[in-house]
């Protein structure tokens, strides 16, 4: 679903958009962690707040523009 997003939405909002991908790996390393995966904080999810509010207000902005897939 990211790369269909991406790609209808790159250029120019793909900067915004790139940490969702990283950020979902992360989540899902949280919920099934790998022996020896290194661990995040909550500090990190603070410095991507700033990210996650960016990516909200774009699909707030585009959700009605866009098709179905």
Known sequence: MYEAVSAQLDPPLGQ???P???M??????AEYPRLGSPR???DDVRA???K???IVEIATKVID???PF
């Open 16 to 18: 915004s958009l790139r």
């Open 20 to 22: 969702f991908d990283r």
């Open 24 to 29: 979902r790996r992360r989540r899902n390393e």
């Open 40 to 42: 995040f904080s909550a």
């Open 48 to 50: 991507d707040m700033a």
């Open 52 to 54: 996650v509010e960016a």
């Open 65 to 67: 523009q866009m098709q």
